[in-house]
């Protein structure tokens, strides 16, 4: 009996950690890889905390794989970060209260472009279908005898 439990101490330390905690471990790489994804790095502009490699990122990406293993969900680890930092901790505004208009503004802005574009493009044709020659041009010997050299020279 001692043999056997020496033995499968000694199959343990050789292989490591069972397969079922390597397995957790990369689930909560994953999730900690994803929230980071979620969130501004604190000190360089306009990068996610994921592929930011500065000792801060470290120290935040620590910070959430520590709440990951406490049982905390995704949405908790943001608010977390959100509450701490403000708003701007997260690489996406929200898209309820002040910053839904951020949201909206490139579709109205869209809508307005496509009303101004149909309107102008309704005004040009209007103007070429009125461009015909004046009726005192049509009864003139002059401008007909005009009018047909350059047909004839085309």
């Known amino acids: 009996m001692k043999r056997l439990l020496l033995l499968l101490l000694v199959v343990w330390a050789l292989i490591g950690t069972p397969p079922s905690a390597q397995a957790q471990d990369a689930n909560l790489d994953d999730q900690t890889y994803h929230i980071a994804k979620q969130l501004n790095c604190p000190t360089c502009a306009g990068r996610n905390l994921a592929d930011c490699p500065t000792q801060t990122c470290a120290q935040w990406k620590a910070e959430i794989r520590s709440q990951l293993e406490r ?3 995704a ?3 943001i608010a977390f970060f959100e509450a701490r930092f403000g708003p701007t901790v997260r ?17 109205g802005a869209a ?3 496509l009303a101004i574009a149909a309107w102008v493009l309704g ?3 209007a103007r070429s279908a009125s461009a015909q020659p004046p009726a005192a041009l049509a009864n003139d ?14």
């Open 111 to 113: 809508v307005v472009f």
């Open 141 to 154: 010997p002059y401008a007909a005898r005009l009018e047909q050299e350059v047909r004839e020279s085309a």
């Open 91 to 107: 690489q996406e505004p929200p898209r309820e209260g002040a910053t839904a208009i951020l949201w909206a503004a490139p579709l």
């Open 71 to 73: 049982g905390k969900s």
């Open 123 to 125: 005004q040009r044709t």
């Open 75 to 77: 949405d908790e680890v």
